[in-house]
């Protein structure tokens, strides 16, 4: 489970966040804003990211306090799964990212892949929605819900991508260092077993 100074944290700047989009009264603004900035200062105690960074993540956000959405594309072809080295931390992951507004669920598996892989895919069906707080991840500042479709290659050529330098295809039992804040193993492992015995229930927190 998340850490309860993070889940504080979360809570606290999403009710400023909110009561910053929706107030009208100059107090409640100054109040929301001391909220605003105590998360901040939580967050910079125990993670030791500079406040700076830690405030202008928080101020991009406006508007009524919603998760983020990370798409993650599970591609399995003779028994091998595909995977992507990311620039950020040298780790694997399954080809994904954020959702881009206007886009569907379907539309950004489809270009992430292509983006991080080369490979062309055809969504095939959902295997999961998770809450990212739930599944051993590191400490982040947003709420964040993963979402794991499973698809097919219906075309391209496996290379590297603007946030990948590499893309290659594992065996189950010789699976790379994950990087553990896109995904997890025993997320790879269970979504795998899913597709493995056709399994249709949706895994969702």
Not at 10 to 19: D, Y
Not at 55 to 67: I, N, W
Not at 68 to 83: E, H, M, S, T, Y
């Amino acid at each position: 489970m998340e850490l309860k100074w993070l889940s504080w944290a979360k809570q606290i700047q999403a009710i400023s966040q909110t009561g910053l989009a929706y107030t009208k009264d100059a107090y409640d603004q100054e109040r929301f804003e001391m909220l605003r900035e105590l998360s901040v200062e939580i967050l910079n105690e125990y993670t030791q990211v500079e406040s700076e960074i830690i405030r202008d993540l928080f101020a991009r956000e406006t508007g009524y306090a919603t998760p983020k959405v990370d798409i993650r594309c599970v591609v399995i072809q003779a028994n091998r799964l595909l995977l992507v080295k990311e620039k950020l931390d040298g780790a694997w992951a399954l080809p994904g990212g954020w959702a881009d507004v206007g886009l569907s669920p379907k539309e950004i598996a489809v270009k992430e892949a292509k983006e991080e892989s080369g490979l062309d895919v055809q969504p095939v069906r959902l295997l999961a929605v998770l809450d990212k707080k739930n599944h051993g991840h590191p400490p982040a500042p947003s709420h964040v819900y993963k979402m794991f479709i499973l698809c097919e290659v219906i075309g391209g050529t496996l290379e590297s991508g603007l946030e990948t330098t590499e893309a290659a295809w594992f065996d189950r039992n010789a699976l790379p260092e994950l990087s553990a804040e896109r995904n997890t193993e025993a997320q790879i492992v269970r979504v795998w077993d899913m597709v493995a015995n056709d399994e249709r229930e949706v895994w969702l927190d």
